[in-house]
């Protein structure tokens, strides 16, 4: 499994597995959440993405039920959280409105439940989850600097964030950003084009994709010249759409980081099956096109 350094001291592995479905499943037991950690690990995926709104609030502490059960995993885990998002569920259910909070006091509080639901000492990467409009940018720049000096996170980035958002915070900090994790896949090709990517390959700042298969989309679609051009591909390498999809973004010279979650083992088996897919210039751009629904200018 590549690996990819993501600060002083930290690398990541280029896969990663997405919990924000944890809390859904229908089996959050230990043993299961267990079962899920070590089929990464034996793939050599050792990155595992949360945040405190996942689950409801709760998909943090599922986790953590784990790693005390086994506290031997997390030192073979990176772990990545996010917070300031602030919900009407959960431990929020008396918030009036949604809304985002990146104040010295969310952000800290945010910081010290994560590390307590999931039973860990330090967080190994921080993500800011949305951009605030209402961000003061010297406090949470601030903050993270904090942080980060405290030894509670290794390391800071952000999520969702445009290019104009990276920088804002980045310029009241000491530390570097080191990530963005944004929307990325066939179904939202959009960061390919409006400067998103090209922002941070000029930078040499590696990028997180969520949501790399459409949010599933791309392994449902029956019909259309997408589906038929990832199902010739998947069948030409003997793989399926999903380590097609996620080859795609692999494919690109910035350096993206997918991150994938699904419940059911036998699936995340397979995840690293993309490292085994080849894709040429024409292939690429034979699903890009697809994907645009017409040729390239």
């Not at 986790?63 to 086994?70: E, H, I, Q, S, Y």
């Not at 904090?146 to 804002?168: H, M, Q, T, Y």
Request: overall charge negative; glycine content about 6%.
């Amino acid at each position: 499994m590549p690996r990819v350094q993501i600060a002083e001291g930290l690398s990541f592995s280029r896969l990663v597995y997405g919990m924000w479905r944890l809390g859904d499943d229908t089996d959050t037991s230990t043993d299961h959440v267990i079962a899920k950690i070590e089929t990464c690990l034996a793939q050599g995926i050792t990155t595992f993405d949360q945040a405190d709104i996942y689950g409801a609030y709760t998909a943090e502490a599922i986790l953590g039920a784990a790693l005390r059960a086994r506290p031997d995993l997390r030192a073979k885990m990176e772990i990545v959280t996010k917070c300031d998002i602030v919900a009407p569920i959960g431990r929020y259910s008396d918030a009036p409105v949604k809304y985002y909070d990146t104040s010295a006091a969310h952000i800290t509080q945010s910081v010290d439940t994560s590390l307590r639901e999931m039973g860990i000492d330090q967080i190994d990467l921080l993500l800011i989850h949305r951009p605030d409009p209402l961000m003061d940018h010297h406090e949470t720049g601030a903050c993270l600097d904090g942080l980060i000096k405290s030894g509670k996170i290794r390391a800071a980035g952000v999520s969702n964030f445009r290019p104009w958002d990276w920088e804002l915070l980045q310029s009241a900090m000491s530390a570097k950003l080191v990530t963005n994790q944004i929307e990325l896949s066939l179904s939202h090709i959009a960061p390919f084009t409006n400067g998103d990517l090209s922002f941070h390959q000029r930078h040499a700042q590696p990028v997180m994709a969520w949501s790399p298969l459409g949010g599933g989309a791309l392994m449902t679609t029956r019909e259309g010249l997408l589906a038929t051009r990832l199902d010739a591909i998947a069948a030409e390498q003997g793989v399926d759409r999903a380590a097609v999809a996620v080859a795609f973004l692999f494919a690109h010279p910035s350096t993206i980081l997918p991150v994938l979650g699904t419940n059911a083992l036998p699936r995340i088996a397979t995840i690293s099956d993309a490292l085994r897919v080849r894709l040429d210039r024409r292939d690429w751009f034979s699903l890009y096109e697809a994907a645009l629904g017409h040729e390239v200018a």
